[in-house]
């Protein structure tokens, strides 16, 4: 399986404290039949400018090169109007994709200006942004309308794996992915006790309750994300470079 949303780099974020520990996360996925990490540490323009934070990745990433895991390094940037001072955002997304893991703002409502400022990252920076954890917005949530709308810019929509262990949330989730509302599924884990990888746990559900094909539909999307391909209406490439 392939975890599209993972913060188990050592010293980035509120994830992996130190070494030990996300070593020790790198082989719990790979306990939970994970093959591939996509490596998402926040980055929040406001505190860190994109240069320290690809070095901060550099360094992380040779700390645990021995990892017998595939890691692939990505982001999951807040968004913010200080993004528009960087000419481009390639290394924020995931490595040789344009697919930007995008965290919302926190608000309440959202507006169609807020909706144009997504529309208008996408056409300036060309980013496919796979809006994180959307099941932490009520706006979104609670609301068909807005994920569609969302989906119709050409995002991704991604839920955390907890969103189907909870039993409050699973209806609502499993609901959503037999609609074809939800993309993507990642564990963001963060460390070994209160956020641990459960990514096999969540797929165990989705099975049982809707059926294999819908794993393998979200193993699927996860498979081209990593490609850079589309992942609805045709398989053509959106490497870097190319035109979508
Ligand atoms: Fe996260």
Known sequence: MIDLHTHILP???????NVRESLEMIECLNLHEVHTAICTPHFDPRKISIEEFVSKI??????IHDSR????????????????????LDQLCIQNTNYLLLELPDQEHWSN?????????????????MIAHIERYHFL????????????????????????????????ALHYIKNGLIDAIGSDCHNMLQRPPN???????????????????????????????????DTSLMLKGSEF
Request: with cysteine; net charge positive.
């Open 58 to 63: 550099e360094k992380a990433f040779l700390s």
């Open 11 to 17: 010293h980035m974020d509120d994830g992996a404290k």
């Open 141 to 172: 949530w609670n609301n068909k309308k807005n994920i569609r709308r969302f989906m119709n810019l050409g995002c991704v929509m991604q839920i955390n794996a907890n969103t189907i262990i909870d039993k409050k949330q699973r209806k609502t």
């Open 199 to 233: 990514l096999k746990e969540a797929f165990v559900i989705i099975k049982k309750e809707i059926g294999n094909f819908y794993c393998d539909l979200l193993q699927q999307n996860a498979n081209s994300i990593i490609k850079g391909r589309m992942i609805r209406n």
């Open 69 to 88: 895991m595939t890691l692939i390094p990505g982001s999951e940037t807040r968004y913010h109007n200080l993004l528009y001072q960087y000419s481009d």
């Open 113 to 129: 200006s807020d909706f144009e400022n997504i529309e208008k990252l996408i056409n300036i920076f060309r980013v496919i942004p």
